[in-house]
Nanobody, 122 residues
Framework: QVQLVESGGGLVQAGGSLRLSCAASGRLFTGYWMGWFRQAPGKERNFVATISWSFGNAMYADSVKGRFTISRDNAKSTVYLQMNSLKPEDTAVYYC???????????????WGQGTQVTVSS
């Protein structure tokens, strides 16, 4: 069992930056991937980024490549999402999640945090 708690969301102007954190408790095994998803009101949950817990290699959605960076601190059992050059269309609730392998599909993630709101004003 893994518990996830996100933090770091807020209100920011377009062009600004935010860093989200996701603290994990419980055991993270080799082969686990930690991902970020986002969901805007009335829209489906979309993949943002994911990172290998063991090796640190990452994947990104095309919409955030070059602007967002996912990273992890194994000692702190925490994954981060650094978001730069934010746009109004980045506004959503951001969720972190854990999967047992590499995947961009939300329904293949087993554990989820409660989400944190990110609002980007124009």
């Amino acid at each position: 069992q893994v518990q996830l708690v996100e933090s770091g969301g807020g209100l920011v102007q377009a062009g600004g930056s935010l860093r989200l954190s996701c603290a994990a408790s419980g055991r993270l095994f080799t082969g686990y991937w930690m991902g970020w998803f986002r969901q805007a009101p009335g829209k489906e949950r979309n993949f943002v980024a994911t990172i290998s817990w063991s090796f640190g290699n990452a994947m990104y959605a095309d919409s955030v490549k070059g602007r967002f960076t996912i990273s992890r601190d194994n000692a702190k059992s925490t994954v981060y999402l650094q978001m730069n050059s934010l746009k109004p269309e980045d506004t959503a609730v951001y969720y972190c999640a854990v999967a047992r392998g590499v995947t961009v599909k939300w329904n293949e993630y087993d554990y989820w945090g409660q989400g944190t709101q990110v609002t980007v004003s124009s």
